[in-house]
């Protein structure tokens, strides 16, 4: 059914002209007494110390980074420190207007910023709530920790010192940090205060965070989601990426009831002028304010605005309209905060980009300087209450520190006496139990024509005698994969689908079809094109809590969402020292018959990355048992399909493809054929012509062929493998994607590794050559065919039985000119 959002050509064809809304540059001119009145001295007070302590939390690692020692402690701190001394009034003026239901997901340069937001949440969280949060993490072993190293009068002062440990532990890697010891400087967060994942990968945290904003939207959680990410991350796709996925139109014209109204995200630009040495205004960038931006994105111009980030007062005053706005669906906002970095990017910086004079004129606006000058002026506080603040502030940081470098009090992650402790947080293994809800749907499944039709078609490929059906009457791989996604959709409302074409074309190759009849718009909708911003928004909606099921058409588009797959998807469960899952699946066609840049198999990249699952079935049963298993999964798994198999039917399991739920595991690759002489594991379409050529190999050549299908490449479990190994004493491994660096090789080498004592042949991975994928017409001669499977096995591993279908005068000639040499 097409939408009704009319093209109509009298309404964009006629003479018009764009007119942009304004957009504020430092508007904020609202008096103190009247922030007074409003916010209470003590509120004041509070902003000033929270930046005190900020800084002096930057101040003492940027000592340990110059000289090795703060004040009296000496400790060599090896890590990195991208310290944001100077930018204090954005970090803590942001916290100012959050809720402890706001979640702020940062970059590079975020201590300040995961402090603040802390800070700011202890003083708004009621004792109770508070004192679960402490005592609910790592069972209360920081806690005790703390009460008894670094005890504090009140719960308040308690909870910041162990806000502070915790952070100082995880940026010097310790166990009891925040994430265990597996983020470090750049990545440490914690989720309870609302402070995620902060970001190594420039302008990262803005897909992950529109991602949180749209599971934000979907559970009618009250709070917004913040990407504090810097001014040299406009130049980052991604980014754009992102704001456009914030900004889509369909938010108000498709989506409807309290789904409706656009992302409660608000993309706040840490603006200190700097990349490292880059300059964005006036040199990388072609913008004069960064706040312009936002009209390329919307009609609202993202209600973007320049605010003074050296006044914290200022950033609260707009953090705190944004999140309003944001709250009624008028999303996405964008603030440009302007402040200055005093220190240098990172503490190998030699300032060499920017002359003493600027420093010196930046030095005037400090925030903590002219605040404490402004409060003092007004009455808030005298000269000498500033002084005992900044004292108490340095006598804090100082207690933290001497307990974080205390191997005693913050242990050093002890891998030589655990050393499988990083392993084991790869992955939960967990998995959801099936899915028995009933989501909202929009029309009862059974008025879907998709459903109707499948009801009609034989469960079975092959007819009583034995003759294959055709797909238009047999369950094929694509209505498999459909029933398990189907399944997961209408009984979990926390999934949500979405890809390019993801709704009225039924995804890129149909699977999807007839789903749009049952869905809403908020459970399966067409994303823009923008990989990245597909896999990242999934990311960030499956950290929140949601479930998130994601396509990308070709496989050889993995590239365009690469930091989002292999960094972010991949990483976060382990970095976040298992705290965090993120149950995302990634569905990845492998094209065929389109050439170079469409056709690529690119499994073995994927299962290249720790902390990604892989699977890649070639069969209906296996594809929706290992599908649904992949939706269940609480990790993040790439489910690969071969666009040459969507129309396959079921020929191995008797009883076809079940039409009830059900599932796979992920892992274990599954016996197609029995054989005594050889055992040829198969990996995706491969399958086929593996069985076509083991039943040749036993007609032509007498030689008796087990072919094991690998269904899954992350995990993969090798005992099946090496039992038939032990048996035949011979393995080819089959595949589509390039030999080299290839997962093939990867399992014959273990294999020769761990049954080496029982081969009689050298095992060999067959796979693409090392070049492009041809077009159509030359396909046959660059993936393994039957006849080059015969000529491995009855050519070379039997070398008595002479085969050579591919009339090959040379082997090594030829392996050599496929290895690229
Ligand atoms: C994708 C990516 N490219 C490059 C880097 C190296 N790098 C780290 S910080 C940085 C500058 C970032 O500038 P900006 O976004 O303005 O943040 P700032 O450092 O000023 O806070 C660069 C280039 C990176 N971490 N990630
Ligand atoms: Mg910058």
Redesign the pocket.
Known sequence: MPKSIPVDPDHFRRADRLTFPEVPVHAYARPLAEERARRGDKALAEALRHMMIVREFESMLSAFKSKGAYREIAFNYKGPA?LSIGQEGAAVGAAMALEPGDHIYG???SHGEFIAKGLATIGRLKAPALGAILEAWQGGALLRTVERHLPAATLAGTAENFLLLGLLAEIFMRANGFNGGMGGSMHAFFPPFGAYPNN????ASAGIATGAALRKKLAGDDGIAVAM?????TG?GPVFEAMNFAAMAQYETLWTDARKGGLPVLFMF?N?F???GGQ?IGETMGWDRLSRIGAAINPAAMHAETVDGCNPLAVADAVARKRALLREGRGPALLDVECY?STG?STTDANVYRTKEELAAWAKHDPIATYAAALTAEGVLDEGEVEAMRAHVAATIAAVTAAAVDPSIAPIVDIPADPTLIGRLMFSHAEIPAPAGEARLNAPIETSPRVRQDAKKARRGLAENGERLSPMRAITLRDALFEAVLHHMVHDERLIAYGEECREWGGAFGVYRGLADILPYERLFNAPISEAAIVASAVGHALEGGRSLVELMYGDFLGRAG?EIFNQMAKWRAMSGGTLNVPVVLRCSIGSKYGAQHSQDWTSLAAHIPGLKVVYPATPYDAKGLLASALSSEDPVVVFESQRLYDMVELFHDAGVPAEYYRLPIGAPDMKREGADVTILTIGPSLYPALAAAQELEAAFAISAEVIDARSLVPFDYRPLLASVRKTGRLLVLSEACERGGFAATVVANVTRFAFADLKAAPRALGAPNWIVPGAEMESSYFPQVDDVIDVVAGEMFPEKRANRRGLRSWDDLALARLGL
């Open positions: 991208h970059s590079h340069r190594a990968i420039v302008g990410i810097g001014d040299g991350s980052c840490n200190n700097y990349a490292m964005t970095r990017h930091d």
